[in-house]
T-cell receptor, first 115, second 115 residues
Framework: RKEVEQDPGPFNVPEGATVAFNCTYSNSASQSFFWYRQDCRKEPKLLMS???SGNEDGRFTAQLNRASQYISLLIRDSKLSDSATYLC????????????????FGKGTHLIIQP | DAMVIQNPRYQVTQFGKPVTLSCSQTLNHNVMYWYQQKSSQAPKLLFH???????NEADTPDNFQSRRPNTSFCFLDIRSPGLGDAAMYLC??????????????FGPGTRLTVL
């Protein structure tokens, strides 16, 4: 079983639509959770951290369900510039730090926003 | 403003010819990581340095070595590159004692081609 699983897509979505991605993780000891965005041939960039209470950043909303071990990302009013690969990421290091574990990445979900 | 710098951005080497990739950081972070990302795959952690302490992932091949001569620099050495080592190599840093120890800052990556 893969540690972090995501639907690879591609998701083809018209501009202005709402799109949602989920991912599941297998390591119940995971402490911190993230969505990263990666553009073609570029490095991953942190989009947002994901907290148990759910969190929102503009058009982006992330949710974490620890009991079911899944993480979601919702993008509202999608823009052409949202086209990218979205990587679900987990870490055994908690948000307050103290450790230095590497990140475990999913393979990513490819999103294409169409005009 | 560059925080994590990787040189070169593109590297071509021959099968079996040793190659060194370079990473430097201006963030004064304790931890430096090397990830390998093959086409359409998730970034995979190879190893990391916490200060001078080297931490190798169990499944990282012996062909991959690393050096960290000081806080700012970290090198990835591939002793005998094979065709299967062609990938994007990503360097990242973090500061576990900063209160946001989970956040990793990625460099732009070095894309390695093996002929």
């Amino acid at each position: 079983r893969k540690e972090v699983e995501q639907d690879p897509g591609p998701f083809n979505v018209p501009e202005g639509a709402t799109v949602a991605f989920n991912c599941t993780y297998s390591n119940s000891a995971s402490q911190s959770f993230f969505w990263y965005r990666q553009d073609c041939r570029k490095e991953p960039k942190l989009l947002m951290s994901v907290y148990s209470s759910g969190n929102e950043d503009g058009r982006f909303t992330a949710q974490l369900n620890r009991a079911s071990q899944y993480i979601s990302l919702l993008i509202r009013d999608s823009k052409l510039s949202d086209s990218a690969t979205y990587l679900c990421v987990v870490s055994p290091t908690n948000y307050s730090g103290g450790g230095a574990d590497g990140l475990t990445f999913g393979k990513g979900t490819h999103l294409i926003i169409q005009p | 403003d560059a925080m994590v710098i990787q040189n070169p951005r593109y590297q071509v080497t021959q099968f079996g010819k040793p190659v060194t990739l370079s990473c430097s950081q201006t963030l004064n972070h304790n931890v430096m990581y090397w990830y390998q990302q093959k086409s359409s795959q998730a970034p995979k952690l190879l190893f990391h340095y916490y200060d001078k302490d080297f931490n190798n992932e169990a499944d990282t091949p012996d062909n991959f070595q690393s050096r960290r001569p000081n806080t700012s620099f970290c090198f990835l050495d591939i002793r005998s590159p094979g065709l299967g080592d062609a990938a994007m190599y990503l360097c990242a840093t973090s500061s576990p004692t900063s209160g946001r120890g989970d956040t990793q800052y990625f460099g732009p990556g070095t894309r390695l081609t093996v002929l």
